[in-house]
């Protein structure tokens, strides 16, 4: 039987889900949601679907077995509570809200649904991740150096906290989620944060954390969108008599052996795409973020946010690793 997708945002991400979907046997994208129609229409002409110019119309028009939410950070909310309502399997993509609240309040909903659910960490598809914690188990890391610095995407709701909530929650959060997987829960820590007021908006275009983990591992956490084009976008790793650097497409060893280069042989994206229908399909089981675990990575980088726009304090929401 054909899987039948519908899709709630046409910007790039959307774009690159339906793209891997379409790739997929027995699964056909049937609708597109976006605000701006003329969008909409357009990503759904790649995949013979029809464009709505809302969720709701999505929603009541398209018979569906599973949706996709590909919105800004701030549209969050209304159309997860409605797939929840409508029992409707749930791909969402991060970050889960702005803000804390919207998702620790969308969480308890879907606990109690007892629904499936897929966020789009999709760095913890790499198969060199994978890589990188078979050489971490037997030598864990004792300290990461992750960094996000980068320009500013070029969307009107990106530099205002409002609407993204800062650079920290929208674009670093893999990095400390890769950091979740590889190291373990941070217990505690501090963060600054500044604005230099020379890019539009209000977001700080300045933010490092410092963070102490479970493990006992420490480390540092920096981002930073005032540059012209991306310069360095990744998670280091030191463990004893091992050094990991960890980016989207590479992972470079450095060990007793010398120094290698492994590229990456899987797109992330396209495996959580296929972890995900399998999971709705009831033929697989290899969703590694479902929107509880997604929480936890949230948590912390709204800890870290507020810590930087405030005293300095990391403090986390309730203890990373606690169940919500």
């Excluded at 790649?46 to 464009?51: F, S």
Aim: proline fraction near 5%; charged fraction near 20%.
């Amino acid at each position: 039987m054909t899987t039948r997708i519908g899709l709630v945002g046409a910007g790039f991400i959307g774009g690159r889900h339906l793209d891997s979907l379409s790739t997929l046997d027995d699964v056909r994208v049937v609708g597109v949601a976006d605000p701006q129609l003329e969008r909409a229409e357009q990503l759904a002409a790649r995949a013979g679907a029809r464009a709505h110019p809302g969720w709701q119309q999505l929603l009541d028009a398209e018979e569906l077995d599973a949706l996709y939410v590909c919105v800004p950070p701030h549209g969050h909310g209304a159309v997860e509570e409605a797939a929840v309502d409508r029992g409707l399997p749930l791909f969402v993509e991060k970050p889960l809200a702005t803000d804390l609240a919207t998702a620790e309040r969308l969480a308890a909903r879907i606990e109690s649904a007892g629904l499936l659910t897929a966020v789009g960490y999709h760095w913890r598809y790499l198969d060199t991740l994978e890589h990188a914690r078979e050489l971490l188990a037997a030598s864990p890391a004792r300290m990461v150096l992750a960094a996000w610095l980068d320009k500013a995407p070029r969307v009107p709701w990106w530099s205002w906290q409002e609407q993204s909530g800062g650079q920290t929650v929208e674009q670093a959060t893999h990095l400390f989620d890769v950091a979740r997987v590889l190291v373990g829960e941070v217990v505690g820590g501090a963060a600054v944060g500044s604005r230099s007021g020379s890019a539009p908006g209000d977001i700080l275009d300045v933010t490092t954390a410092a963070l102490t983990f479970d493990t006992g591992a420490v480390g540092s956490f920096s981002n930073s969108c005032l540059l012209p084009r991306g310069h360095r976008i990744g998670v280091e790793l030191v463990a004893p008599g091992l050094g990991l650097w960890l980016t989207e497409h590479q992972l470079v060893v450095s060990d007793a052996d010398g120094e290698r280069t492994l590229d990456r042989q899987v797109d992330p994206i396209a495996a959580e795409d296929r972890a995900f229908v399998a999971a709705v399909r009831g033929e697989g089981d290899d969703v590694r973020a479902p929107y509880a675990e997604a929480l936890r990575t949230h948590r912390l980088v709204s800890a870290v946010a507020a810590a930087a726009a405030g005293d300095g304090v990391v403090e986390l929401a309730q203890p990373a690793g606690v169940p919500a």
